[in-house]
């Protein structure tokens, strides 16, 4: 078990100093700046990365709105919940930690600029979104990251192509979700930039753990209801066995 949480932590440490990282040092340098496209394609590509390093050892989960979701889906013990919580959590903390270590070395670096954290409002939406909007998205757009992780790891699955599904659905969702909280759907990753931001970012902490649990569990029920044994499944519909990348 403590391999496990060790993968755990390193690959949640990847997940949020990569990601974050392109948003804090890259997304708008001068004239050659990555902007939303690269920000959402690195997160996406920390998870990818991860998926085939530690998938084998952890199950890659980086997340405890994943971890609870896959429990919820009878995917997971729930005996492992908490372990992996903590583990994910020390991981992103550790990963905003060395991205404030870099990222202070810039002459006039200030948290003002928040470290990529996690915000609703007029003061801390990029967009400037209401808390019901990033409610709403966070708990969609978690819902269907969760649909995608349940769907590719299925026994039917193609095997192999997991970590590709879901690191581009990762990806999408950011895509999708930047101008409106910065996009969480993983609470653990809220939590790391919030630790060192302090103020305003723990203060709206609550919203970037509540929502994407609850739309991790939607999502793992969702696909419960769509998903049915093979020897349930019309013959012509039936996909040819295959071995499955379990999650």
């Not at 392109?22 to 920000?39: E, H, N, Q």
């Not at 390093?53 to 995917?75: E, F, Q, Y």
């Not at 808390?131 to 026994?155: C, H, K, P, Q």
């Not at 990806?171 to 103020?199: K, M, Q």
């Amino acid at each position: 078990m403590g391999k496990v949480l060790a993968a755990e932590l390193l690959g949640t440490f990847w997940l949020v100093f990569g990601g974050c990282g392109s948003a804090v040092l890259a997304a708008a340098f001068p004239g050659v700046g990555i902007g939303l496209l690269g920000v959402s394609l690195a997160f996406g590509l920390t998870v990818l990365t991860m998926a085939y390093s530690i998938g084998h050892v952890s199950g890659c989960h980086l997340n405890p709105a994943v971890s609870i979701g896959l429990c919820v889906a009878g995917r997971f013990k729930a005996a492992h919940v908490l372990p992996y919580v903590a583990a994910q959590v020390a991981g992103a903390i550790l990963g905003a930690g060395v991205l404030y270590v870099i990222a202070s070395g810039q002459p006039g670096f200030s948290l003002a600029g928040g470290l990529a954290s996690n915000g609703y409002g007029a003061e801390h939406s990029p967009g400037h979104f209401s808390l019901m909007a990033g409610l709403t998205s966070e708990v969609v757009l978690t819902m269907m990251f969760l649909f995608i992780i349940l769907g590719s790891t299925d026994d039917r699955a193609p095997r192999g192509f997991a970590p590709l599904a879901i690191g581009l659905g990762l990806t999408l969702i950011h895509l999708v979700g930047i101008p409106v909280t910065n996009l969480s759907v993983n609470p653990a990753r809220s939590t790391g930039p919030a630790v060192f931001v302090g103020g305003w970012a723990l203060a709206q902490l609550w919203m970037f753990w509540v929502a994407p649990i609850a739309g991790a569990v939607i999502g793992a029920l969702a696909y419960g209801v769509v998903h049915a044994p093979a020897t349930e499944v019309e013959p012509g519909l039936r996909p040819a066995p295959v071995d499955a990348v379990k999650s």
